[in-house]
């Protein structure tokens, strides 16, 4: 059903950059399970290392927000970036780490009310109020 | 600049639906303050109620995210729907109820690397990995 | 599929709101049918009800515009968000309120158009004519 | 502001297509105003010819819907596509050719509200029922 | 799984103007295979045939731009647009004119850095540098 | 109108870590000039500098795609996301890297037709042909 083939573990096995990524993602989030996301990237080792490297320093280590917080904020842009796929690994990331079920229900809440005011604002065209705007 | 006129106080305080509104966001508020969004709403004083009570319930009152997570998700959606004015108006809002300069560079490096993950998987087109299904 | 748990006719049944909301669907449409759509937002009773009260309220009871427009506008929006579900289930109620294959045609007709000119709007960047701005 | 110059009536009196196409949308109009969107379109002659004859085939003529209604539906769709322009001129064409506020009001409810439902099923990731597919 | 239904051969060749555009359509293309896009659109035969002549005038013939570029931009829009089908028909496309694997990672690369930008300009609402505007 | 701060020169030189990105976009690009949107991303050294280097690693040095065409792929996507800087600033450098008019008015057409074609599309939910699918 993709565009690219994805990667086995054998296949991964085999580009010392690929197994390079393969076994920190499994070393930073201690589970063995590799998703589709990264054997699709994999085919081009660069992006691969690039775009795991970005995701590992804004979601890991020593971060402002909680790592739930964190996910709800990835779902949100999922959601209106309608990725389906993401969608899905983020729930499933943000209920792993801990989002209880009021909290998903009040993100899914905020969502839907973003998107009404947000094409409400948009069919009006309504000009920014100057109260608004930052000072640099 | 917009397609509908937005409402002066005098004109709404003609129209006791749209005074009733006006009235509730600034004892919510604890502002005299109405920006322009409401303003323009107000041409519809149905639509006008329904959407103020909708927000109310959703963003205020006893909320189990606090009032930085919720604008910071507003925030999201808002940015990946290109809505100018609501990315204004909330950010606003955020640093009103105290996001930090630490937290609004956190979520937007989070917002960019969600574009980025989305556009990837969609381009790849990814199938969903069965650990990500939920069980009805 | 879902993120969350589609809701059984008997796990609606058990919740005061749900049930409710449910009861007022089936006899507002005159029909059994109760949509996923529905037994999804039914995790959160809350934003069920606030979801079907506003929807109840656009598109039943005395509304300005016919249901069958009022149903294209509907799978337009649907269309230009890629909100797969929607467009099925808004092409089903159109259809359903008797919109013709010609209207369906035209309908798609005028969204291909909408968005090739969309598109080249943006890449073009034109300014707004002084013509098209209210005056307020 | 624009990416592209957009051409004075004079630039375009100097290219037999450009000329030609500019002539016929004023006499489909019945009116000596060119937008800046031709004016834009009007550096690649082909394109502003074959978007106007698409434009002129679906929008005028013995049309299946009305033409505020069509009007309407572009507006739907330019509004979630995010396009400020096309929401301005299509929303002041809308006017023109007898949008009442009542019908504008109504349209932007149901914009807002499809916006809302749009997001909620995606972040749901609602499966379709099988009672919306259509049979082959 | 579709909201229209999809013509086959036998329905194809009873509609004369469908007839026609599937004839030209395969011997523009040097192919029997008709994709499911055109049996959908044959649906409203004015439609079909205007939108085959635009992407024949666009994609075929003297192009400024190689075919695989053309389907590079192509499948850049469908991505950023969602749009599943057109991703899987115009990266098969792009394959079938000669993409390589190193282009096809180079294309997604960009479109995920671009969707990454995007999000981040639109988050930061940064004002266009003077530097960027044409003259007219 | 920014919701951030755009650092000017003196408030990046005091930041070492802005200063070298500063310092590695002049030297790269051979220009003393350095647009708003790297002076907004300044607020957070480590965004600023991992957004260039994912840039400097994509779209310079040994790339397989010619400068224009990953500038006018740039483009496509910027559109499809309506993101003004993005396609004023991508179109200025794609102008600067070469690209003719005759090549800018086909990538606009291919956009358009992109855009009609994915709405078209999804709009009647077109299945992906058998053929389209890669073999893992």
């Known amino acids: 059903m993709a565009t ?55 979601m890991t280590g020593e971060t402002v927000l909680s790592p739930v917080v964190q996910e709800m904020i990835y779902i949100a842009v999922s959601t209106a970036n309608g990725c389906s796929y993401c969608i899905h690994s983020h729930t499933a990331a943000a209920k792993a780490k801990g989002m209880s079920e009021a909290e998903h229900a009040e993100l899914l809440a905020i969502i839907g009310l973003a998107a009404q005011t947000n094409h409400l604002v948009s069919a009006m065209q309504v000009p920014v109020d100057p109260a608004f705007l930052v000072q640099s």
Not at 26 to 52: C, H, K, Q, V, Y
């Open 4 to 58: 690219v083939r994805l990667l086995s573990d054998a296949q991964a096995e085999a580009i010392p950059t690929v197994k390079a990524v393969f076994d920190d993602i499994r070393a930073t989030r201690g589970s063995d399970f590799i998703n589709n996301f990264w054997r699709g990237l994999a085919n081009d080792p660069a992006t691969l290392e690039r775009t795991w490297q970005s995701l590992k320093a804004v």
